[in-house]
């Protein structure tokens, strides 16, 4: 059986990889040290994964994609500090930051937009992740915007999705409702995705409902049901009705029953609850105003 490395062999191996790099013979030999470098740092990078050391596992990935890079090779050392960031980022380590940028970057020298956009994807889940919604939101519509320009149209809506939930929470339903639009008419334009399409409707209603005067909001309800005829047959159509219904009459009990009712069919994510929240606290203050 092959002996594993250790910790004392690893951070040797690197030591002396170090001074190889800062040595002048460095420059004369240097292809085979560069090659003696990378096999370093791929042994090391195992080890660290080994010994679920991913601090270290992510720093070894960044020392190989500065190999990559003296060696020319742009889109290795991009997948190298893609990686990095990955590790990183399941952290809640901030150095994924300049790891993604890194990467993105090197993607976008290199012309592959296709891997940029994947890089800001993935920091737009790490900026959600950590609660910091208004860079998730610039992110992702850098990523929907490079997915759309080498015709990747489902992964720029998905990312557009994402924005739009993400302005929903910070009181911007308006540019939401933008973003739902323009996925809702591509989804309606495309067989393959239109069953997506009475969910986004759906997202839709409640960010216009946190926004509308009461007689808008009814109109633009209309207006999806003419657009889709599949939304009309549906649970979520119902379910809008019902907290029409109780907006209009100022119903704070009908409204919270349509909720729980709505709940135990299709459960309710975080974000519409907070939009359902603010819905019903707008209800609440109208009766107490009335009051």
């Given at each position: 059986?092959?002996?594993?490395?250790t910790?004392?062999?690893i951070?040797?191996?690197?030591?002396?990889?170090?001074?190889d790099?800062?040595?002048?013979?460095f420059?004369?030999?240097?292809?085979?040290?560069?090659?003696?470098?990378?096999?370093?740092y791929?042994?090391?990078?195992?080890?660290?994964m080994?010994?679920?050391d991913?601090?270290?596992?992510?720093?070894?990935?960044?020392?190989?994609?500065?190999?990559?890079?003296?060696q020319?090779?742009?889109?290795?050392a991009?997948?190298?500090?893609?990686?990095?960031?990955?590790?990183?980022?399941?952290?809640?380590?901030?150095?994924?930051?300049?790891?993604f940028?890194?990467?993105?970057?090197?993607?976008?020298?290199?012309?592959?937009?296709?891997?940029?956009?994947?890089?800001h994807?993935?920091?737009?889940?790490?900026?959600?992740?950590?609660?910091?919604v208004?860079?998730?939101?610039?992110?992702?519509?850098a990523?929907?915007?490079?997915?759309?320009?080498?015709?990747?149209?489902?992964m720029?809506?998905?990312c557009?999705?994402?924005?739009?939930?993400?302005?929903?929470?910070?009181?911007?339903?308006?540019?939401a409702?933008?973003?739902y639009?323009?996925?809702?008419?591509?989804?309606?334009?495309?067989?393959?995705l239109?069953?997506?399409?009475?969910?986004h409707?759906?997202?839709?209603?409640?960010?216009?409902?946190?926004?509308?005067?009461?007689?808008?909001?009814?109109?633009?309800?209309?207006?999806?049901?003419?657009?889709?005829?599949?939304?009309?047959?549906?649970?979520?159509?119902?379910?809008?009705?019902?907290l029409?219904?109780?907006?209009?009459?100022?119903d704070v009990?009908?409204?919270?029953?349509?909720?729980i009712e709505?709940d135990?069919?299709?459960?309710i994510?975080?974000?519409?609850?907070?939009?359902?929240?603010r819905i019903?606290?707008?209800?609440?203050?109208?009766?107490?105003?009335?009051?």
């Open positions: 059986m092959e002996r594993q490395d910790l004392d062999d951070e040797r191996m690197i030591r002396r990889t170090e001074n790099q800062r040595s002048f013979s420059v004369r030999c240097k292809d085979a040290r560069l090659h003696d470098a990378m096999s370093t791929e042994r090391a990078f195992r080890y660290y080994r010994v679920d991913k601090h270290n596992a992510a720093a070894m990935c960044c020392k190989l994609a500065g190999v990559y890079s003296q020319k090779d742009p889109f290795n991009a997948l190298q500090y893609q990686c990095a960031g990955n590790i990183q980022a399941s952290l809640s380590d901030d150095k994924a930051l300049q790891s940028r890194l990467a993105h970057d090197l993607f976008i020298g290199g012309n592959n937009a296709k891997q940029a956009a994947g890089v994807q993935r920091l737009g889940e790490y900026f959600k992740r950590t609660d910091r208004e860079e998730s939101v610039e992110v992702y519509l990523a929907a915007s490079e997915f759309e320009t080498c015709g990747q149209l489902s720029a809506d998905r557009r999705i994402e924005a739009a939930e993400a302005l929903s929470l910070i009181g911007e339903a308006k540019r409702i933008g973003l639009d323009a996925v809702i008419k591509r989804s309606m334009d495309d067989t393959l239109r069953f997506t399409t009475n969910r409707i759906y997202m839709a209603m409640l960010c216009h409902a946190c926004v509308c005067r009461p007689e808008g909001l009814q109109a633009r309800f209309r207006g999806y049901c003419d657009e889709c005829v599949s939304f009309e047959t549906s649970r979520e159509c119902k379910f809008i009705q019902k029409l219904s109780a907006m209009q009459m100022k009990e009908q409204f919270t029953n349509a909720v709505f135990r069919v299709l459960r994510n975080p974000t519409e609850t907070a939009l359902l929240l019903k606290g707008a209800i609440v203050q109208k009766n107490d105003s009335v009051v």
